[in-house]
């Protein structure tokens, strides 16, 4: 899914002012960066297809509100973005710096640490 | 039914598609037979190795056809190998035959195959496009982004961006979190992901343990090549694995994957981690890549595949009529 800068901004204007209609968008937007309601609308409109946004109608016009939070979007991009790396999944195209998981065992880390620190007071005395 | 050039062209498709599965299974024998001294190799070395592995059947079956075409079946220069191989009525080509099936099978599984990566390249193409939106750009090649999550991860195809999460930063000290933007720094300067989706390409025409088995592998020769990417000397290491072990506990804070919590993936996460750590530490001469061997072992691979091919053709035939 593709984000436009004006989608981006409605979005995190909606994050911090929910629920909105368009001409309080629009009155928001014409201070700070010019355009008109019909634009407001439309991109309104796409972040709803987008499934980003919901709507209910009050009175002649509808109330847009995210959907989702946005560090819970974050998170479930996150989420879905590392499931194929941990999951040792055949379809993983994204290289982490580490698996996520909990079901480490803490032992075995700590044994890998003691290692580590070992071959460093190694290094360090043969340098003495 | 039909003749002559389309013919030979759909019987040349046909000879090497069986070339493929023969060649397909005598390399998954080579690899599964010498799996446990891929680790005797320098990592860029196993790296190399374990593309051959998956490009090996599409080389021979491309030699077996070249073999059967007409280029090496005319004329008497090559009498002596028509002798030894060849392909009956290439001319002629029968839509209901074993030769049409074995090419549908492979064709219809082809798609399904390049389908499904393709779905999985969008997904993704549309999970980093979002996350590139609600980041805060770094510098041209690291984005921010805004979560308590504490994580790390190189996305993107064509165009690969490193994710650093303000939990990471807020949790690790400078020069941890310079080791980790060096290491996805080194997965873009690789085009891991883009690496990643090509070998998962090829490898999934393997079979199930052996495409794992492939997978995780170059997986982990990615990770432990990104990892040593900027050590330039031990004490540098040492410090890149105390980083991979702060992580990873980290990490395991944040379960956002509660359902991997089988026998499997731990140990896959343990051993994976374990062989970066001692990777790092470890400071022991790895073998040259193993030229002769592996010209022997293709050379010997094109022979095999190219005889079993005829043999397989004429039992067929002899069997059954088409």
């Known amino acids: 899914m593709q984000l436009g800068e004006l989608e981006k901004q409605v979005l995190e204007y909606l994050w911090k002012i929910q629920p909105a209609d368009a001409k309080q968008v629009f009155s928001y937007f014409e201070k700070n960066r010019g355009g008109s309601l019909n634009t407001i609308q439309s991109t309104l409109d796409r972040l709803f297809k987008k499934d980003l946004l919901g709507r209910e109608k009050s009175g002649h016009a509808y109330q847009y509100y995210p959907k989702i939070e946005r560090q819970e979007l974050i998170g479930q991009l996150i989420k879905n973005v590392t499931h194929d790396f941990i999951s040792k999944d055949e379809d993983s195209v994204v290289a982490a710096f580490s698996s996520i998981s909990a079901d480490l065992d803490e032992q075995q880390l700590n044994k890998l640490e003691a290692m580590i620190e070992l071959q460093r007071q190694k290094l360090q005395q043969n340098a003495e | ?322």
Not at chain 2, 262 to 274: A, D, M, P
Request: aromatic residues 14%; neutral net charge.
């Open chain 2, 1 to 322: 039914m039909i003749y002559d050039q389309w013919a030979l062209a759909f019987n040349l498709l046909a000879v090497g598609v069986l070339a493929f599965l023969v060649a397909n299974i005598f390399v998954s024998a080579v690899f599964w037979s010498i799996k446990g001294r891929l680790a005797d190799y320098a990592v860029s070395t196993r790296k190399s190795l374990l593309w051959l592995f998956v490009l090996t059947p599409w080389f021979i079956a491309l030699s077996v056809t070249l073999v059967f075409s007409p280029l090496f079946q005319d004329g008497s220069t090559f009498i002596s190998l028509t002798d030894l191989v060849h392909w009956h009525h290439p001319d002629i080509f029968y839509f209901l035959s074993w030769h049409s099936f074995s090419l549908l099978i492979f064709v219809g599984f082809s798609l399904y195959v390049l389908t499904k990566k393709m779905i999985v390249l969008y997904r993704n193409h549309q999970q980093i496009s979002l996350l590139r939106a609600f980041g805060s750009k770094k510098n041209k090649h690291v984005y921010l982004i805004e979560s308590i999550i504490p994580t790390a991860f190189t996305g993107g195809l064509i165009n690969p961006s490193c994710f650093i999460s303000t939990g990471l930063i807020e949790q690790t000290s400078a020069d941890e979190l310079e080791i980790i933007i060096q290491h996805e720094l080194a997965h873009v300067h690789f085009s891991d992901p883009l690496k990643k989706w090509l070998f998962s390409l090829f490898s999934a025409y393997f079979a199930s343990n052996v495409k794992h088995l492939l997978q995780s592998m170059m997986s982990l020769s990615m990770e432990q090549d990104a990892d040593s990417f900027f050590v330039k000397n031990q004490h540098q290491s040492h410090n890149v694995a105390s980083t991979l072990i702060k992580f990873t506990k980290l990490a395991a804070n944040y379960s956002i994957h509660p359902h991997y919590d089988s026998e499997l993936f731990v140990h896959f996460c343990r051993h994976s981690i374990e062989q970066r750590v001692l990777h790092l530490l470890n400071d022991k001469q790895f073998k040259t890549f193993p030229k002769g061997g592996v010209l022997i072992v293709i050379l010997l691979l094109v022979l095999i595949s190219t005889t079993s091919v005829d043999s397989l053709h004429h039992v067929i035939e002899t069997l059954f009529t088409h």
